[in-house]
C-alpha cells in the first residue's frame, strides 16, 4: 500500500476499518468496554463505565487494559492503512474516561510488509482456554515478545522456577475459589457468561470455552463460565501430554491509569506476536482481581513492578473457538 498524504475526516470507510479492527482486542469477560468517537480526523478513545466489572474491578484497572489492547490495534490498523497516527493518552485530567485522542496524520513512508503481517493477526488471535502441546516455545520467540511489552513500557516476567509456577497456580486456585462463594462475583460472572440461547454480542458465550480443561501440572483454574450448566464446546481430544505452557506476568513499573492503558497495549502486542507464532494465551486473572492475592504477587514475584495480566502461552491443543463482537455500528459514533 502506499503512503497516503490525504486525511481521512469523519467516519469513512479508513475510520470505520480501523476501529472494527480495533475492537477485536480482547477484554475481561468480553465486556468491550470501549467507545470511539470521531470529530475531524482525531479518533477519541473513552471507555465505558457501564461495562466495568463493579465487583472485580472496582478502580476500572482491566477496563484499562482491555482500551489498551484496543488502542495498539487502532494504531496498528491506521498504520497498515498508510495513515500515522499520534497518540496523546489521558489528555483531560477532568475527563478521567476520555483514555486518548488520536490525531490521523498522514504518513511520510511507505507501509512496510512487517505492520501488513501484524496487522493480519488482529482477527487471528484468540483466547485460549485449555492446555498446550509440548513443542517448546524458542528462545528468541520468547525474546521476541519480552521486547514487545518493553516497546511499550511494559515488561513480562516468565515464571521460570516451579515454584513460582506452582505458587501462581496456587494461587489462581485460591482466587477461584473465592470467587466462586462470594455472591457478588458469582452474580458478576453469570451477568457476562450469557446462557447458549443468547441473542447478545459480548460476554463469553459457549462457543468460547470448553465444557471440560484438561489437567496439566500445575494446573491453573479456568474461570467457571458454565456455572454447572454443562455448557461449552466438547473438549479436544485428550493429549496425554499436555503442558501448563510457559507462565508470564505482564508488569508495569507505575499502578495508574496510564499504567494500565500501557499494559494493554503492551498486551495486545505480545499476543499478535504470538499469533504471527502460532501461539496463543490463555488468561488466569482471578488472584489479580482479589487485593490480597494481587498485592502478594506484586510482593513476591514482580521486583518492583506490578503485574496487570497473568498468561499461559504455548502451541493450543486444539483449533481456536469462537468469540463475538458488537457491531461496529454500537461503539462508534461521530461527534457534532
Ligand atoms: C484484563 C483481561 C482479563 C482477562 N481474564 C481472563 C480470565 O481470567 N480467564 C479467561 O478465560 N479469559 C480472560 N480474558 C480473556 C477474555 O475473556 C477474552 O478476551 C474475551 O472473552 C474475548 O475473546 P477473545 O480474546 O477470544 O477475542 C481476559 C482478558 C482481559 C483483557
Redesign the pocket.
Known sequence: MQTRSDVPTGVNDVVRGAVEDAI?A?????TQPWRFGVRGSRISLRADPDRRLDVADPQGR?ML??CG?ALYNLRLALRARGYEPVIRLLPDPDRPHLLADVYVEAAGEEVDAETLHDHAQIRR???H?GGFRPEPVPEGVRNALRYEARCEGADLVQAVDAHVKGALAALTDAAEHVQQRVPSYATEIARWAPSPKTARQDG?QQA??PTRTPRTEPHFP??DFARGQGWGVEPADDHDDVLAGIVMLLVTPEDTPEAWIRA?EA?ERVLLRAAEHDLAA?????ALEVPELRAFIQKHFCGDAYPQ?LLRIGVPDREALS?VRRPVEDVLTEEP
Open positions: 477485536w480482547p477484554s475481561v469477560h468480553n482491566e487494559v482491555g489492547a488471535r484468540r483466547s482456554r463469553v468460547s470455552y479456568a474461570r494493554g498486551l490463555a488468561f488466569h486473572t482471578q495480566m468469540t
